[in-house]
């Protein structure tokens, strides 16, 4: 998936995709694992992993156990 045995047992199965063509507005809270290809306009609490794709851009705070950015972050990563 991600080229490394070591990050995908750390990450484990992405349980919520946020497609390219979305925007979710507001926060967003999970246990899981996320993966943002889209806009997300609001922050990310309480997340096992966060994966931010080449297209994806946060505009908010995240915190997570492990957070990955390819995309954009607009905020503060916790």
């Known amino acids: ?5 070591k990050l995908e047992k750390k990450i484990g199965r992405i349980e919520t995709v946020i497609g390219h063509e979305s925007v979710i507005t507001g926060t967003i ?3 899981g694992s996320l ?3 889209g806009l997300v306009n609001g922050g990310i609490e309480q997340a ?5 794709g080449d297209t994806g851009k946060i505009i908010g ?5 492990t957070v990955i950015v ?8 916790h």
């Open 1 to 5: 998936m991600f080229g490394s045995n």
């Open 29 to 31: 809270a999970t246990k």
């Open 35 to 37: 993966k943002i290809d």
């Open 48 to 52: 096992d992993a966060v994966i931010i």
């Open 61 to 65: 705070d995240v915190t997570a156990q």
């Open 70 to 77: 390819s995309g954009e972050v607009e905020g503060n990563i």
